[in-house]
């Protein structure tokens, strides 16, 4: 069983920068589908971005060009590195882990296997 644990989160001004980690504790590895998702209150949980295991990329929208996700499979930790930061970005984060063919990037939640407790990110 994967436990993946999410650090980096915090608060910032709006037009801040934050970067957030995620490795799996125990045995596990990142050479998988990985994803972050975010949850404000009261609104359902949605993708921010996906990465496959040749290093594909896929983005919402809405973080396009402010976000990057990214990979160290050396030190077996996945990376969003947030630009830009608006208050609209406030919410919970979350990453995922899925097992998934070469070429890939996951986008739904539900096709996620394993996730993280998430990291708060305020901006005000």
């Known amino acids: 069983h994967v436990q993946l644990v999410e650090s980096g989160g915090g608060s910032v001004t709006a037009g801040g920068s934050l970067r957030l980690s995620c490795s799996p504790s125990?045995?596990?590895?990142?050479?998988?589908?990985m994803g972050w998702f975010r949850q404000a209150p009261g609104k359902e949980r949605v993708g921010v971005a996906g990465?496959?295991?040749?290093?594909?990329?896929k983005y919402a929208n809405s973080v396009k060009g402010r976000f990057i996700i990214s990979r160290d499979n050396v030190k077996n930790t996945l990376y969003l590195e947030m630009n830009s930061l608006k208050p609209e970005d406030t919410a919970m984060y979350y990453c995922?882990?899925?097992?998934?063919?070469?070429?890939?990037?996951?986008?739904?939640?539900?096709?996620?296997?394993?996730w993280g407790r998430g990291t708060q990110v305020t901006v005000s």
């Open positions: 995922a882990a899925a097992v998934c063919a070469v070429g890939r990037v996951i986008a739904a939640a539900d096709e996620y296997h394993y």
């Open positions: 990465i496959g295991t040749d290093g594909t990329t």
């Open positions: 125990g045995y596990g590895h990142i050479t998988k589908c």
